[in-house]
């Protein structure tokens, strides 16, 4: 009966640790914290609005495992020249600090920003709406971009609502920021485009404009990690 007993209590141990075990794995990394930009610091030093945290971790949760691999260390070295010995959690927060030096530079941090584009740099008509292009949210992105990175927007719901209302899905931070993270993955992984492109999606990361070097100034407070 000891003996029995004994092999009984061996076995509830051991799929204790097998439990233990598989909720580790399946639990993320720790969330590292996500420096502030400058013009973040700056807003919240005026007391108006800025970065909410809460932002970095949509950005996070949005990174396929390609944007932590070795694949993009390349392309991040000018802002992260440690990022291949990183470990993930800090890869992830960098790549929150970069997304929100992009919506500094490109929305100053104001999620229901928007441009009207009438010049000959970007389309005309947006293919979904059917109407002018207009750069929308923290990253200026368009309903166009639903069709094609399948981000989540959603015009037939949206055109019922005031223009900067901050229900609309395209001017929802979690919605833009996810979105910008598959325009980034597509040109970085997909297309195989570097990360500071004369021909990428945003003016901001095509050196040698003022918009660059606008978003290059936001890059200056990367996590001390990278350097």
């Known amino acids: 009966m000891t003996s029995l007993v ?12 097998r439990r233990a075990d598989v909720v580790a794995a399946s639990q993320p990394e720790e969330i ?18 800025t970065w909410n945290s809460d932002w970095d971790r949509f950005v996070e949760q949005a990174l396929s495992p390609e944007m932590l691999s070795p694949r993009v260390a390349r392309d991040v070295r000018p802002f992260c020249p440690r990022f291949n010995a990183m ?21 100053g941090l104001v999620p229901t920003a928007d441009v009207r584009h009438a010049d000959r740099q970007v389309p ?34 949206d055109k019922r609502l005031p223009e900067r209302d901050p229900t609309k899905t395209i001017l929802q931070p979690e919605n833009n920021l996810a979105c910008g993270v598959k325009i980034l993955d597509n040109q970085l992984i997909a297309q195989r485009k570097p990360l500071l492109s004369q021909s990428g999606y945003w003016s901001t990361l095509r050196p040698g404009g003022r918009s660059y070097r606008v978003f290059a100034k936001q890059m200056t407070n990367v996590p001390a990690v990278c350097r």
């Open 124 to 157: 005309v008509t947006d293919t979904v709406t059917k109407r002018m292009v207009r750069s929308e949210g923290l990253l200026q992105l368009t309903y166009m971009d639903a069709q094609r990175y399948g981000c989540d927007f959603d015009w037939d719901k």
């Open 6 to 17: 004994f092999w009984a209590v061996i076995a509830v141990l051991a799929g204790c640790s």
């Open 32 to 49: 590292k914290a996500v420096p502030a930009t400058p013009i973040a610091e700056k807003k919240a030093d005026l007391g108006t609005q």
């Open 87 to 107: 470990s993930d959690g800090n890869k992830r927060a960098f790549w929150a600090y970069f997304f929100q030096a992009l919506a500094g530079a490109e929305a």
